[in-house]
């Protein structure tokens, strides 16, 4: 049992390129969610989803793209990446809302956009 | 507008004393209030939570407490040892499923 993998761990890209951050989670969670890191700021939610062909916005979707097509998958794609884009990037999964709503999260993607 | 606040950027304290980590939020539609300790280089992972129908729960040396009325809640580490230096985010629920809203996190240091 992985949990919830994430590749790569490290990216350098230029402005202008694009580029997909993988995630995947083995746990059968319904629930997944893509969230960046940067200093001062805490963890903030980009895009989440609430089960397969499901997304939704979170609070900074700007510059990001996300589809759902299988339980365990949940891409997160820069189309054209920006220096504020600059961040480290988390996936997590949980069982549902509520009290089951204990998010289990990857290792992490740090991102670095010249 | 920050609805998840955790106000101190860090805290060092001596082993074996107590750890007070605050976190303060404005939404009261919030109903489920965890916090995740952080490693660097690592991800989150889950250390303790709390429901709106509780004002505490204990695991082992964790604790947190809830107070609604002041919307503030507090974890206490007792007591606390050098492996327990990281950040630490709290994050709330509004009982949707998938989103968390965390605070800006709280840096940890145990002095041996």
């Known amino acids: 049992n992985a949990g919830v993998t994430q590749t790569p761990k490290f990216q350098v890209l230029k402005t202008g390129q694009s580029m997909t951050l993988q995630c995947a989670q083995d746990m059968n969670h319904e629930y997944m969610s893509w969230y960046r890191q940067d200093p001062g700021m805490g963890l903030r939610l980009i895009h989440y989803s609430v089960g397969a062909g499901i997304t939704d916005q979170g609070e900074v979707p700007n510059g990001y793209n996300v589809s759902r097509s299988t339980t365990e998958d949940f891409p997160l794609r820069l189309l054209s990446a920006a220096p504020s884009q600059t961040s480290v990037y988390f996936c997590?999964?949980?069982?549902?809302?509520?009290?089951?709503?204990?998010?289990?999260f990857g290792p992490g993607t740090r991102l670095l956009v010249l | 507008d920050q609805q998840v606040k955790q106000n101190s950027p860090s805290l060092s304290v001596q082993e074996g004393r107590i750890s007070i980590l605050n976190c303060d939020y404005t939404n009261s539609m919030f109903d489920y209030f965890l916090w995740y300790k952080k490693y660097p280089a690592e991800g989150p992972t889950f250390l303790i939570s709390?429901?709106?129908?509780?004002d505490k729960n204990e695991d082992g040396r964790f604790t947190v407490f809830l107070n609604k009325s002041a919307k503030h809640l507090s974890l206490h580490i007792v007591p606390s040892q050098p492996g327990d230096s990281a950040v630490y985010f709290c994050a709330a629920s509004d009982n949707q499923g998938g989103k968390l809203i965390f605070g800006q996190g709280t840096e940890l240091s145990v002095k041996p």
């Open positions: 709390i429901s709106s129908i509780k």
């Open positions: 997590a999964s949980s069982n549902g809302g509520g009290v089951e709503e204990t998010q289990y």
